[in-house]
Each structure stands twice: as structure tokens, then as C-alpha cells.
């Protein structure tokens, strides 16, 4: 995860009602590689569970499987925040949206 990436996760799961183990989950739900990001309140019990400067991401198993060496980056907005799935050597990678 990317030092923008760790706030970004921050703001979204420091939000009044959430639980303080609440995280960012990553899904695989299709065929075609497509991953669905959330808020969640906790890991499900397969998911793997990635903690940098205390905050938490969940990742599906395989979601995890698909991104293995990959960089988790945002870009935070007035009222978006966007996600990246990068490679570390090139910085490239599809977004993802996640409403704060």
C-alpha cells in the first residue's frame, strides 16, 4: 500500500459508526478480472488480512491470488476516492472507486 492509499483507508473506515476493525475489502467476482472494493467491518475467514500504519485490508482469496506483487494507490477528491491496483516497476493499474 502507498502512503495515500493507508489515508484514503483511514478517512473511509474512521467514520463515525464503523467498527475500529472495519477495513477495506477486495473481491474477484468475474471471469474477466473484475474486483469489487468495500468497506467492510471485518475479514471474512478465508480472507487474507494486509495491516500497514493501522489500517486493514481484506483481500478475498482470489483477489489475492490475482494481485501478488502488486501496489494498492489512491488519489483522494473532495468526495471520491479512487484506487489503483498498480505494478510497482511501472506505476500502471485500473481503478477502482470507493464513495467516503
Known amino acids: 500500500m502507498t502512503g495515500t492509499a493507508v489515508e484514503a483507508i483511514r478517512i473511509l473506515t474512521k467514520k463515525p459508526g464503523l467498527s475500529e476493525d472495519s477495513g477495506l475489502r477486495i473481491v474477484h467476482h468475474d471471469s474477466a478480472g473484475g ?22 485490508v481484506f483481500l478475498q ?20 476516492v479512487v484506487f489503483r491496483i498498480t505494478n510497482p516497476t511501472n506505476g500502471e493499474g485500473a481503478p477502482g472507486t470507493q464513495r467516503p
Open 35 to 56: 474486483l469489487e472494493l468495500s468497506i467492510a467491518p471485518g475479514p471474512d475467514a478465508e480472507d487474507e488480512v494486509i495491516e500497514t500504519d493501522g489500517v486493514r
Open 61 to 80: 482469496t482470489t483477489a489475492a491470488r490475482m494481485l501478488g506483487g502488486r501496489a494498492l494507490n489512491a488519489e483522494i477528491a473532495e468526495d471520491d
